[in-house]
RNA sequence: GCGGAGAGCCGGAUGGCCGCUGGCGCCGAAAGGUGCGAGAGGAAAGUCCGGACUCCCCAUGACAACGGUGCCGGGUAACGCCCGGGCAGGGCAACCUGACGGACAGCGCCACAGAAAACAAACCGCCCGCCGCACCCGAGGUUCGCCGAGGGAGAUUGCGCACGGGUCAGGAUGAAACGGUGGGGUAAGAGCCCACCGCGCCGCUGGCAACAGGGGUGGCACGGCAAGCCCCACCGGGAGCAAUGCCAAAUAGGACCUCCGCGCGGGCUGGUCCCCUCGGGGAUACCGCCGCUAGGCCGGUCAUGGCCAAGAGAGGUCGGGUUGGCAGCUGGACGCGCGUGGCGACACGCGCGCUAGAGGAAUGGUCAUCGACGGGGCCACGCCCCCGAACAGAAUCCGGCUUACAGGCUCUCCGCGCAU
RNA sequence: UGGGGUGUAGCCAAGUGGUAAGGCAGCGGUUUUUGGUACCGUGUACCGUAGGUUCGAAUCCUACCACCCCAG
């Protein structure tokens, strides 16, 4: 069951979207902060590894057109507090190691830890991890 | 040495590289750059109590409702917390545990079983008296086994229980039954009497008190449950940092509902109107102003006090817009050390220190070395190698409680064993 | 941050101090050529966990756990 491809995207954004979001100079990376735009992110592709998955979305004309916009999701189902913060803070670090060369400018990406694999996973394993999953993001269009 | 009890503390360490969030300094018009320094806990958790702070315009008192607390004294800003003491229970002991006011203010409940479940009696039973029978005589009848009117004896014993009385010792039960044990006593029994214990009442002594000790006295009148309702004493106004205030932007200059009203007075250096000798005088329907009062409000009522006031009134609901910034925001009932007072909780004084402030939410990633415990490999000690690191993440801030927690350290005390 | 509710058999659930109802599902049997329907019988609960009050607790109290809902 493939997602769909969500062509309503750019229609049903409201024309002067503020930049909502905090920019982080030094990654060159801008966090997703708004609902809508990981529930935007959630219905387009999506590539799941062994340490979590990964949403992709090239965005519309009408939206920031420049950066790479990146999001970050543990639900409860990852354990408590310690091993949901955890686990965000090995994504991001791997995004920020990762996204700047392997990521696509104008795209949003977000990713979701999975339990257990997420903290336990070798840290160069989990790069690999999210660089397979782009390929494979930015292969199938 | 083994086992145990109490109190307190720690919660891997160091370094390299790459990052994140505040603070201060410097450079820069700004964006930003750069240097220095800081950056999760004993429970940050659960959100169970108590406060600070802010708003509800601000309060005081009484009553009612509701909720909470509950041996006594103290500590504290306060507490349902802590300390000390009392009592009860557990433990050989160190010590531990305890929702521990009131059941003669009232209501309610106590299933089943049991004679009886609350106030004292009824019932069974026991005992005494009386009566009848069993004993003797015996009219008469007879199926020849006996039946039997009536009379006598009443010493003992037995049976029956009709009647009168005594009685609660005993009565299968039950969690609980006119106090328990022993002795005397009696027709049988009984606090009927005595000793000890328990209970109630009244003085005395010690203690601030809870309470303890001892004395007298009553012969026992007082079952349990208040974590059923309740009574007594004490405490509590409500909401919560998404409180609250400011700035900017945007929408808009809203709609609807409820309540109280649309009175009186004063010409008042206002407006307006009238008269006039142009100085002034007069009028007050209307607009404005001032005052009074009905009334409303101060989330239960009343009182005191206060506020509003005859509408730019008070209260509420809905609709529309925004999802930005700043303040609140971390220096505080703060931490550490010393001294004094106190058994202690703690208080006071002096000195030193500044110790996270994020905002969809930083405090990280990775590597190396060391260290601790457990498991495995090695025939085996040592050595070496490998694997795994407790519970858990600040969100306005404090004081507590509760719950979770690998492992380790320090001090004090108790019991047993051995040695002296 | 504050408030409210629920937890009982595989499922839905009644029970508010005294041996824990009922229905569906399951199993066995009768009926039927077989299945279904119908009828009869039957098992299944440490009442979320742990303490306490009481003679006695699903019920009352306390702490904890899980889930759900509401408001700003």
Redo the contacts with the bound molecule.
């Keep these: 069951m493939t997602p769909p491809e969500a062509p309503e995207d750019g229609n049903a954004a409201q024309g002067t979207v ?1 930049p ?1 979001v ?1 920019v ?4 060159g990376l801008i ?1 997703l ?1 708004k ?1 809508a735009d990981f529930l935007r992110a959630a219905r387009a592709r999506r590539q799941g590894t062994a340490s979590m998955m990964v949403q992709g979305r090239q965005r519309a004309e009408d939206e920031t057109p420049t950066g790479i916009r990146v999001g ?1 999701t543990c639900s409860k189902k990852v354990g ?3 091993a949901r ?2 686990a ?3 994504l991001r ?1 791997a995004a ?1 190691l990762v996204l700047p060369e392997a990521g696509r400018a104008g795209w949003d990406y977000v990713l979701i830890g999975r339990a257990e694999a997420t903290a336990a996973r ?2 160069d394993a989990l790069q690999n991890d999210l660089r397979h999953a782009l390929r494979n993001l930015h292969g199938s269009q």
């Design positions: 503020p909502a905090s982080r100079p030094h990654s966090t902060t609902r970050f408590n507090a310690v913060n955890r965000k803070r090995r670090e920020r070798p840290f």
